[in-house]
């Protein structure tokens, strides 16, 4: 998958925030971050259950493609990847992102933007860190324009309230893009990129993630809860 580089100072950027994330990666103990067999980053029992699985679902017309499903060890690699800081999870993480997004082809790679907060609090972009793990060339086509109050707890419809008009996007115009992010659960935040490009010209067509979660009634509902609580803090 191809995608416009991105501007010098913007890559210089990147490699100093590359370099911080590589750096909180090894001051941590070492334990498997799917089941927390001592002494391995992930084991190989773990490592097993990370096969694509090419999930699809559809946000409107917008087609979404997501590696694995939330839960188990890909459901807890990402909550250590986001909220413990071991961000060399993203070297595993971002190929399986990178594998969901390559059926868009030769497209623009645009990551959901991490808020001011949550960048405060990590030090990394969350799905921008993810995609360059995975070889891809994400552009910063997106900034946010306002901070969404916090979503835990929220039904789908106050979600897409609560982030409407948060995001905004420049730059893109006639831009073939997919947009990329680790989880997605009501899509709302997945939504809202897409209303933000196709308002400043692009042409959206479909978004990757790392992991779905399971519709409510289809699947577990505490795995559901675990990633609305995570993308509340994107």
Known sequence: MHSR???????????????????????????????AEPDVSLCGACRSELAFRGLTRRLGRMPVTS?????????RMIRAFKEEGRTALARTLGP???SAAVGYGDAVVVPVPSSASAMRRRGYPTAELLARRGG???????????????????GRTDRERNVAGTL???????????????VVTTGATLREA???LEAAGACVIGAATVATTLRP???????????????SRQ
């Open 67 to 75: 590696a694995v499903a939330f839960e188990g060890p890909a459901a």
């Open 217 to 231: 009634g289809h699947g577990d509902g505490d795995a559901i809860r675990l990633a609305q609580r995570l993308a």
């Open 136 to 154: 891809l060339q994400p552009v910063r086509l997106l900034s946010g324009t306002g901070a969404p109050a916090d979503q835990r707890g929220l």
């Open 5 to 35: 580089r991105m501007p010098p100072s913007s890559h210089v950027r990147a490699v100093v925030v590359d370099a911080l994330a590589d750096a909180l990666g090894v001051v941590f103990p070492t334990w498997c971050a799917g089941c």
């Open 194 to 196: 897409a209303r933000a």
């Open 96 to 98: 399986l992102l990178a």
């Open 168 to 182: 905004r996007a420049r730059g893109c115009a006639g831009a073939r893009v997919v947009i990329v992010d680790d």
